[in-house]
Nanobody, 124 residues
Framework: QVQLVESGGGLVQAGGSLRLSCAAS????????MGWYRQAPGKQRELVAT???????DYADSVKGRFTISRDNAKNTVYLQMNSLKPEDTAVYYC??????????????????WGQGTQVTVSS
């Protein structure tokens, strides 16, 4: 079983910074893509940023130039550095590990996993 444990959320003033971390634990062989999604009250969950094992990144237009995603493959950990935060960034941020392969006996099984979410609140 794989667990994603997030940390780093909190309350910050507009213009401030926060750094989110998400560590995947378990007997993991590999993880294809890791990333962050967010969901604001009354809105659908949306992509924030993703990163592949090779380091290719993708960002939502709304966060480009302000957020940076990075990854430590050896630690199965993904980070999200959030700068110049705006009140509209307020949401619950969810960590995502897509294509996570674990050993089941002598076979590899792939699944997607989600973290429990961490609240980010940006005050104006």
């Amino acid at each position: 079983q794989v667990q994603l444990v997030e940390s780093g959320g909190g309350l910050v003033q507009a213009g401030g910074s926060l750094r989110l971390s998400c560590a995947a634990s378990g007997v993991i062989f590999s993880i294809n893509a890791m990333g962050w999604y967010r969901q604001a009250p009354g809105k659908q969950r949306e992509l924030v940023a993703t990163i592949t094992g090779g380091g290719s990144t993708d960002y939502a237009d709304s966060v480009k130039g302000r957020f940076t995603i990075s990854r430590d493959n050896a630690k199965n950990t993904v980070y999200l550095q959030m700068n110049s935060l705006k009140p509209e960034d307020t949401a619950v941020y969810y960590c995502y590990a897509g294509g996570t392969y674990t050993w089941v006996g002598v076979n590899l099984a792939g699944h997607d996993y989600w973290g429990q979410g961490t609240q980010v609140t940006v005050s104006s």
